[in-house]
């Protein structure tokens, strides 16, 4: 069992930066996949990033402007948001699956924090 609880999320101006991270309990935590999806008002979940181990995979609409990363020592995952946009506003979701590739759709992952909204104003 995997708990996951998400901080970091407020408001922010468009061009502005925030960073999200989400803490997991257990004691495998190397072992999971962590990704980051996000639900925007009237939206379905989309697929935003992920990692396994050191790779990552990026959905196109936040590539080159969002980074995850991993700090096992610390059993936490992060999502360094830059140069955001209105677009971005949404509740964003922790997710940690142990499959052996990344999944993008969010039936893959078996573990969900409870959300932090990001809320980004023009």
């Known amino acids: 069992q995997v708990q996951l609880v998400e901080s970091g999320g407020g408001l922010v101006q468009a061009g502005g930066s925030l960073r999200l991270s989400c803490a997991a309990s257990g004691r495998t935590f190397s072992n999971y996949i962590m990704a980051w999806f996000r639900q925007a008002p009237g939206k379905e979940r989309e697929f935003v990033a992920a990692?396994?181990?050191?790779?990552?995979y990026y959905a196109d609409s936040v590539k080159g402007r969002f980074t995850i990363s991993r700090d096992n020592a610390k059993n936490t995952v992060y999502l360094q948001m830059n140069s955001l946009k209105p677009e971005d506003t949404a509740v964003y979701y922790c997710a940690a699956d142990q499959s052996l590739q990344i999944y993008t759709t969010n039936d893959k992952y078996d573990y969900w924090g409870q959300g932090t909204q990001v809320t980004v104003s023009s």
């Open positions: 990692i396994r181990w050191s790779s990552t």
